[in-house]
């Protein structure tokens, strides 16, 4: 382990798929440095990543031109290619995003628009003969299918990232169990406290997710943004049930947030879920209904931001409350997509927490984030597509770090 007197020449805080693929960028473009990655948990893809809903985004809905549109198609690509090479499991198995009603229509155009703007050349515009060839219990008027969607075990990425990491120990290694508790400069080197001992390393690159904001006020800096935990629960559908999906099938989003909707989703093993929902949460890391900490929940409520939030969604949090506490509500939703489900197809599911950026002004960090500070970039915003684009993020990071501090 690199510890106590031996310094590593860059550390890496976060072992999700943004820390573990910037980690591995950073190796591939420059073997010889010492890269140490450090993780508060016992393994690799804890929390947003590893509680994700598997999907390999096509880059359909982003603004085009942000990071998010480029580095989604551009990882997306990467991702397929590495789960190639690498035999993670995978499918490439296409996905239809579904209006249930006439005023839906605008909003799939414009969808329909972005991802040509995004260079998605193949996708489709269908009508509801369209969609019920594609999904026949599913209930559209018109949809898009979008041939770049697919499936993919994100747990599995991270496991081959790390032992690819881990394979020219102890130069470059994945250490778990090492929460960075404080974080100083001394001498133009970084000392970490950890759980797991004195850490010093050059340079600092934080890929701390749910924790982002916190790593980077460690080192003294104040990010205009905090974050904000949002809870989404997942039921899943019953063996019995499995046949009524067969691959993707999303609802056409608000535009007014920044979540796609419930959606059905076959994962890897087969199984198929539905959700995630989306309600703010008492605790950074609280996977459970009731998980509250008094630490974070007052961290969110004295953040100007939090209550502006609240203000201008009220009527979206209540609903989605509501739904977080009653499987009718929830199955509502679902059956405008498939009509035939009922509420015996439906188990509860798990349940992730993504990690919300928000501005002081209660609008969310829409693109992907990251700052310098002395010999540091501290990675503050990587939600949904960063888990697609985890590769590309790990690129464009570590090669922001190789310029910027010339190594
Ligand atoms: C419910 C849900 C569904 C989603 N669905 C999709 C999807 O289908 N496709 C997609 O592309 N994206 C999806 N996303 C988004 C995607 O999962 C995230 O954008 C991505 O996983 C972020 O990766 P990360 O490495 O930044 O964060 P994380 O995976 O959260 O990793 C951060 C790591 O940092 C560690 N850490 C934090 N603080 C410290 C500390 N002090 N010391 C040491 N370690 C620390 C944490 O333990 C954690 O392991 C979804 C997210 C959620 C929550």
């Given at each position: 382990m690199i510890q106590g007197e031996d310094i590593a020449d860059v550390i890496v805080v976060g072992a999700g798929a943004v820390g573990l693929s910037t980690a591995y960028q950073l190796i591939q473009a420059r073997p010889t440095l010492k890269v140490v990655v450090l993780e508060k948990e016992a393994r690799p893809a804890f929390h947003q990543t590893g509680n994700n809903s598997g999907v390999i985004h096509s880059g359909i809905y982003y603004k085009p031109g942000s990071l998010k549109a480029q580095l989604c198609c551009e990882g997306r690509e990467e991702l397929v290619s590495f789960c190639q090479e690498h035999e993670v499991a995978h499918d490439v198995c296409g996905k239809i995003i579904v209006a249930?009603?006439?005023?839906?229509l605008d909003g799939l155009q414009k969808i329909y628009q972005t991802g040509l703007a995004n260079g998605l050349a193949k996708i489709e515009m269908i009508d509801g003969k369209g969609v019920s060839a594609i999904e026949p219990h599913c209930n559209g008027i018109a949809g898009i299918f979008v041939p770049y969607t697919g499936i993919v075990d994100y747990v599995g990425v991270c496991q081959k990232l790390q032992q690819l990491i881990d394979a020219k120990a102890p130069r470059h290694r994945v250490v778990y169990q090492?929460?960075?508790q404080q974080i100083q400069v001394r001498n133009d080197v970084y000392e970490l406290q950890t759980q797991a001992g004195l850490i010093k390393g050059k340079y600092l690159l934080t890929c701390g997710g749910l924790y982002s904001d916190q790593l980077a006020r460690m080192e003294g800096l104040q990010p205009n943004c905090r974050i904000v935990p949002f809870r989404g629960d997942y039921y899943d559908l019953t063996p019995a049930a499995r046949h009524k999906v067969k691959n993707l099938i999303y609802p056409v989003p608000n535009p007014a947030f920044p979540f796609l909707g419930v959606h059905f989703t076959r994962m890897v093993d087969g199984t198929i879920e539905c959700g995630p929902s989306a309600v703010f949460s008492f605790k950074r890391e609280g996977y459970a209904k009731t998980d509250f900490s008094w630490k974070d929940t007052i961290d969110a409520l004295t953040f100007k931001g939090t209550w502006k939030l609240f203000f201008k969604h009220w009527r979206f949090g209540i609903n989605e409350y509501q739904q977080a506490f009653s499987k009718g509500i929830y199955l509502k939703k679902l059956q405008k997509l498939v009509p035939s489900l009922t509420i015996e197809d439906l188990v509860p599911g798990r349940s992730g927490v993504r990690a919300m950026a928000l501005n002081p002004d209660g609008t969310m960090v829409d693109d992907f984030l990251y700052v310098h500070h002395h010999r540091s970039i501290h990675v503050l915003n990587a939600p949904s597509p960063a888990a697609t684009a985890c590769l590309a993020i790990g690129r464009v990071v570590s090669g922001e770090a190789i310029r910027h501090f010339n190594l």
């Open positions: 249930t009603e006439e005023r839906e090492a929460a960075v």
